[in-house]
């Protein structure tokens, strides 16, 4: 598989290899905030419940502003759509910094969420513009976020560390906003001056797209045909929202109520399971060359099933943790697999408005659940959030099985018999 995995990466084309090498500044970034946030909050004296509203909120400001994020994306560009959200993401967490109150720190969750939502609603076509076949989109995908959760587990250790290294005033976590924020702005400045500026395949994407063997179809029946397309797509996405949700925002509270761990040791635990989630997206396309998408997505559903469901019950601390650690290499291929396929099934013309259809779908699920579980963790309730989610997946899986499966093929083999792939 290393040598599948070496392979990929000598043949990636330009913008697609410098894209992934500022992915790392991006990962460390992300680690340390994610990790810190939720403590910083407890400490500033913030409840369980009121965390989860602020994470909810968050949510539901990505998914309000991203359809709206795809049509400005269409007029800025990719580039400076993706280049503006990082430099957004820095100015909040400056502003999480020194914020104490509950207005201050909402402010700067919002700016946060304009932030991912510029990213998310350009970083994927973007790169995929850069790739010179579907067969590199897969690969492209997959290597960006193995990079972006090596580093995130990076990020995630050292901010385990960073509050005693540089304690801040507020609480001991306020100075490792700015570290993180210093990663992301540095990020967002070098994929400014390193990242081509336009592609020719996204110019010959986008007349495939509009155009084609297609162009012949009544122009009412093909865009309606599209448009129930993207909304099938977007709601396997939403049910991906919703089991993050449940859980991914809350694995250091789970881990220090449960289990009653130190800092150090669940930002030693967060940043090895972001190793697991490397070695996840590594090894997806190699299984996905080895077995198909469709074995593969049907294998990822069920085994996310049983180790989510077996996180629910009454362990020890260690048994939970080589759980977790599994958990997030299958949470992470699923999750990479749905994206690419999905975004790989849609013509170039119609990317940008799935990446808001994406982004819209996943960020209320993601609020939906959110909310719902800090309310159920306030509670004190740490196994019914890992309950609810193997039943979700188990919903996702017969989503995809009963109206994802076939659109998808169908869609793919129409792209192949157009010359798109």
């Not at 400076?80 to 910094?97: C, D, N, T, W």
């Not at 969750?109 to 510029?118: D, E, F, K, N, P």
């Not at 017969?398 to 129409?414: F, K, S």
Request: aromatic letters at 12%; charged letters at 10%; glycine letters at 12%.
């Amino acid at each position: 598989m290393w040598t599948y995995t070496v392979n990929l990466v000598r043949d990636l084309s330009p913008g697609v290899k410098r894209f992934i090498a500022t992915e790392s500044l991006f990962g460390i970034g992300a680690g340390i905030f994610s990790l810190i946030l939720n403590l910083h909050l407890l400490d500033l004296g913030f409840s369980k419940g009121a965390i989860g509203q602020i994470t909810s909120l968050g949510a539901l400001t990505v998914g309000l502003t991203s359809l709206p994020a795809g049509y400005v994306v269409k007029r800025v560009g990719r580039k400076p759509m993706l280049v503006a959200g990082m430099l957004l993401a820095f100015l909040s967490l400056v502003l999480f910094g020194f914020g104490t109150t509950m207005t201050e720190v909402t402010a700067a969750q919002l700016i946060w969420s304009l932030g991912i939502t510029a990213i998310v609603n350009s970083e994927i076509q973007l790169i995929f513009q850069y790739c010179r076949s579907k067969k590199e989109e897969t690969s492209a995908y997959s290597l960006l976020f193995a990079m972006f959760t090596f580093f995130t587990g990076v990020g995630t250790w050292i901010g385990g560390y960073l509050p005693d290294w540089l304690p801040g005033h507020s609480t001991v976590y306020q100075y490792a906003f700015f570290v993180a924020g210093g990663c992301l702005g540095l990020s967002g400045i070098l994929r400014g001056l390193l990242l081509p500026s336009t592609n020719a395949r996204a110019d010959e994407g986008a007349e495939a797209g509009a155009g084609g063997s297609l162009a012949e179809q009544p122009a009412a029946r093909k865009k309606g045909h599209s448009l129930y397309f993207l909304l099938i797509l977007s709601l396997l996405i939403f049910n991906g929202g919703f089991t993050f949700g449940l859980l991914s925002p809350f694995l250091n509270v789970i881990l220090k109520f449960r289990f009653h761990m130190e800092d150090g040791n669940i930002s030693g635990l967060l940043a090895l399971s972001g190793f697991f989630f490397f070695v996840g997206s590594i090894a997806m396309p190699y299984l996905v060359e080895k077995w198909g998408s469709r074995k593969t997505f049907v294998v990822l559903f069920l085994y996310n099933v049983l180790v989510v469901a077996l996180m629910a019950a009454a362990m020890p601390a260690a048994v939970f943790a080589v759980l977790l650690l599994l958990r997030g290499t299958g949470f992470t291929m699923l999750n990479n697999l749905t994206d690419s396929e999905c975004m790989s099934a849609v013509a170039e013309g119609e990317r940008n408005l799935f990446a808001g259809m994406r982004t819209v779908s996943r960020s209320i699920g993601n609020t939906i659940a959110s909310y719902w579980a800090g309310y159920i963790l306030a509670g004190n309730h740490y196994s019914l959030p890992f309950i609810l989610t193997a039943a979700a997946v188990l919903i996702g899986y017969i989503i995809y099985a009963w109206l994802v499966q076939g659109m998808l093929d169908r869609r793919l083999q129409e792209q192949q018999a157009q010359g798109q792939v």
